[in-house]
């Protein structure tokens, strides 16, 4: 069974357009996340949801919205899309445990293309 | 603040030893970990190592941490084709339930 899942893999669009993208995980975590893998492959992280609730929101735009409808997904949407915003999106999720150890399970990632 | 530095590229030869480094900032971290990105794939925990360790051995896989100088080395013995990936050094800071990435080194090992 795959731990965190994320549809579609890959993603073509034309500049303008609004997307979404979906993740689900059935580890039973608490917290899940999203980050962005640019084309020099630095990771950096755009949000973070504990329980349902937005607990870190990095600078990025607000054209990017999460939605988080239970604690096992959480959805980025994409509104406007930028010729910038062409990455690879990865969902994540944890639970963080005893002295913080925060082991994160990775997606395989969401190729988007804005044309 | 956090920071998290890692050299770009490593390039090795299948048989040898590859070691990676990291650098980081902030003396307040709790965990240090690698992760290991194969090619189109999301990442993977490799291995992990608490703040009060200096050492941790699993199979090919050591994880050397200098708190004093906040070093953390990540050595793989026997390097194979199939451990070319970017590795990736991490750090979670105590009251915080994110982690901190490097940018990642890419390894290489040809044949």
Redesign the interface.
Known sequence: DTA?SQTPKYLVTQMGNDKSIKCEQNLGHD?M?WYKQDS????K?MF?Y?NKEL??NETVPNRFSPKSPDKAHLNLHINSLELGDSAVY?C?S?Q?VL???????????TRLTVL | GEDVEQSLFLSVREGDSSVINCTYTDSSSTYLYWYKQEPGAGLQLLTYIFSNMDMKQDQRLTVLLNKKDKHLSLRIADTQTGDSAIYFCAESLSGYSTLTFGKGTMLLVSP
Do not use: D, M
């Not at chain 1, 020099?40 to 990771?43: Q, S, T, V």
């Not at chain 1, 002295?99 to 990632?109: A, D, I, L």
């Open positions: 965190v917290t996340y020099k492959k630095f990771l992280i973070s504990n607990i870190i990865f994540a944890s963080v002295h913080y150890y925060n082991e994160q399970f990775f997606g395989p990632g």
